[in-house]
């Protein structure tokens, strides 16, 4: 669900009273977000083609160089060079597995069915 979308819910919940009124505003939330959704689908079918061969190379190219780094400064120094890995290609990652499962899948992973958060 689009954060807007899920601010309103939110803030909607907390000033209905009623639970039937309550009920009826996230059906229409949700009509909403699937509105969003299929309108958005067309950038979707673009941007997916790109976003995951960059993921798969950058983190391909990664590990490649942290193994050229660290086998270089391992024979050079005798210690293991860990290269820390970018916060930023994490990020992008993140954001291609919540379009492919979607937000509320991945939040689930990371906080567990009951809310406990494991990592």
């Given at each position: 669900?689009?954060?807007?979308?899920?601010e309103l819910?939110k803030?909607?919940n907390?000033f209905?009273?009623?639970?039937?009124s309550?009920?009826?505003?996230?059906k229409k939330i949700?009509?909403a977000?699937?509105?969003?959704?299929?309108?958005?689908?067309p950038l979707l079918d673009k941007?997916i083609?790109?976003?995951?061969?960059?993921?798969?190379w950058?983190?391909?190219?990664?590990?490649?160089?942290?193994?050229?780094?660290?086998l270089?400064s391992l024979?050079e120094k005798g210690?293991?060079l860990?290269?820390?890995?970018p916060?930023?290609v994490?990020?992008?990652?993140?954001?291609?597995a919540?379009?492919?499962?979607?937000?509320?899948?991945?939040?689930e992973?990371f906080t567990?069915k009951?809310?406990?958060k494991?990592?």
């Amino acid at each position: 669900m689009i954060p807007i979308l899920d601010e309103l819910l939110k803030i909607g919940n907390k000033f209905i009273p009623d639970k039937n009124s309550q009920v009826e505003f996230e059906k229409k939330i949700l009509e909403a977000n699937q509105e969003i959704i299929k309108s958005n689908k067309p950038l979707l079918d673009k941007v997916i083609p790109i976003t995951f061969p960059l993921c798969v190379w950058t983190l391909v190219i990664y590990s490649f160089v942290q193994l050229v780094v660290g086998l270089y400064s391992l024979r050079e120094k005798g210690t293991w060079l860990e290269i820390p890995f970018p916060k930023e290609v994490s990020q992008l990652a993140f954001v291609f597995a919540c379009g492919l499962v979607g937000k509320w899948n991945i939040k689930e992973i990371f906080t567990g069915k009951k809310g406990d958060k494991w990592c």
